[in-house]
């Protein structure tokens, strides 16, 4: 596999998980747990794929593919951030729901357009 191709495949996977990482408040408990566990699970995959990152893009050697890596290490951790802040909402939730909720519009509104680089970065190289 190239870097080009290592690249969009983990570009394509970022994507997927982006429109993933959401929370909807008010909700009940229950449905509060499965998002949790969704957040939860989507920083594993994260993480996992920054270290796939590590063994095929990282490995590249031309100034691209350090370039390229930069980037996506930095989508994976503003992603990982983001999935953070709103798993740590979806904790304070069932504790204080307008708190909470209030939150989660302030972090949807500073945050829109951060969470939206990632859709339109596949034409950046």
Avoid at 9 to 24: D, P, R, S
Wanted: aromatic share 10%; charged share 15%.
């Amino acid at each position: 596999m190239t870097v080009n191709e290592a690249y969009q495949q983990v570009l394509t996977k970022l994507q997927q998980l982006n429109a993933q990482i959401t929370l909807k408040l008010p909700a009940n408990l229950l449905s509060v747990r499965r998002q949790l566990q969704q957040l939860r699970n989507i920083q594993q995959q994260l993480e996992v794929l920054q270290n796939e990152m590590r063994l095929t893009i990282g490995m590249g050697g031309s100034p691209s593919a350090y370039w390229k890596y930069c980037f996506l290490s930095e989508q994976i951790h503003q992603m990982r951030q983001n999935a953070r802040t709103l798993e740590i909402l979806a904790e304070e939730y069932p504790v204080d729901p307008e708190g909470a909720t209030a939150c989660l519009k302030s972090f949807y509104h500073e945050s829109f357009y951060q969470m939206s680089i990632i859709s339109g970065s596949s034409s950046f190289w």
